[in-house]
């Protein structure tokens, strides 16, 4: 039902920064969990950031300082903040919601609450040059 669709993406040199968005337009929805996760070719979907209602948040160890996210109150759109960005964060970004009845099979623990991502974005691309 609800698609969310990521923005931001680009093409940055090593230290710079990016900002990546996501919702779902033409939705009214709300959510628990909201995240982002990242994946490279050959490599398993790697969860990067989340936000737990509460304003609980969650951050892989390798992003942590330089990334960081935002909801708005609903926890219907979500933002990542990525500074001091290098090559090895390059990669497709997905935002993710834990939508009610989606299912899934990604989860992230945010301060003791098991979120279950379900709904997706399509993607948007992260390239970070040397």
């Known amino acids: 039902q609800v698609h969310l669709v990521e923005s931001g993406g680009g093409s940055v040199q090593a230290g710079g920064s990016l900002r990546l968005s996501c919702g779902a337009p033409g939705y009214t929805y709300s959510s628990n969990c909201m995240a982002w996760f990242r994946q490279v070719p050959g490599k398993e979907r790697e969860g990067v950031a989340a936000?737990?209602?509460?304003?609980?948040?969650y951050y892989a160890d390798s992003v942590k300082g330089r990334f960081t996210i935002s909801t708005d109150s609903t926890l219907s759109t979500v933002s990542l903040q990525m500074n001091s960005l290098r090559p090895e964060d390059s990669a497709m970004y997905y935002c993710?919601?834990?939508?009610?009845?989606?299912?899934?099979?990604?989860?992230?623990?945010?301060?003791?609450?098991?979120?279950?991502?379900?709904?997706w974005g399509q993607g948007t691309q992260v390239t970070v040059s040397s």
């Open positions: 936000f737990a209602a509460g304003g609980s948040t």
């Open positions: 993710a919601a834990d939508l009610e009845g989606y299912g899934g099979n990604h989860y992230i623990s945010v301060d003791g609450r098991r979120c279950r991502f379900g709904a």
